[in-house]
């Protein structure tokens, strides 16, 4: 008698408790270590923004700017675990494997690092005096 694997077709689309604990816990040890990369990538593009236009943003570094500064970067990283609610049932996908997770974190980090560039050229920068 042949047992029934959790990823046959007749079970696609059926999560139980334990496998959807188990996706969550394969897409932590993937995205959270990458992460650090993220948070790091949006470092460096507000430091070189502010470094390259320094005598423009010298003035705008108050104690309320740095409050907006994190607010934002726990935003980024909101946005950042919105990746889970796609790779969760990307995971159930057979022919998706490792490098559907690098192309969606590759095009997830130029969307944050765009993004980024685009609030403080547009929403920052102009409207410091």
């Known amino acids: ?32 270590p990458r992460r650090l990369i993220y948070n790091s990538v949006l470092i460096v593009v507000v430091a070189v923004w502010v470094m390259m236009t320094w005598p423009h943003f ?18 980024a990283n909101v946005c950042y675990c919105a990746a889970y609610l796609v790779d969760i049932p990307m995971q159930r996908l ?23 560039n685009y609030w403080i050229a547009d929403e920052i920068y102009p409207f410091v005096h």
């Not at 010298?58 to 935003?75: G, K, M, N, V």
Request: positive net charge.
């Open 1 to 32: 008698m042949q047992s029934r694997h959790s990823d046959s077709p007749e079970n696609f689309g059926k999560l139980t408790a334990g496998s959807l604990r188990q996706s969550f816990i394969n897409a932590a040890r993937f995205w959270e």
């Open 58 to 75: 010298r003035i705008a570094l108050t104690q309320s700017s740095f409050l907006l500064l994190t607010i934002l970067a726990l935003l």
């Open 94 to 116: 057979a022919f998706v494997g490792n490098w559907g997770r690098r192309a969606l974190w590759s095009l997830g980090m130029l969307f944050a690092a765009v993004l980024a």
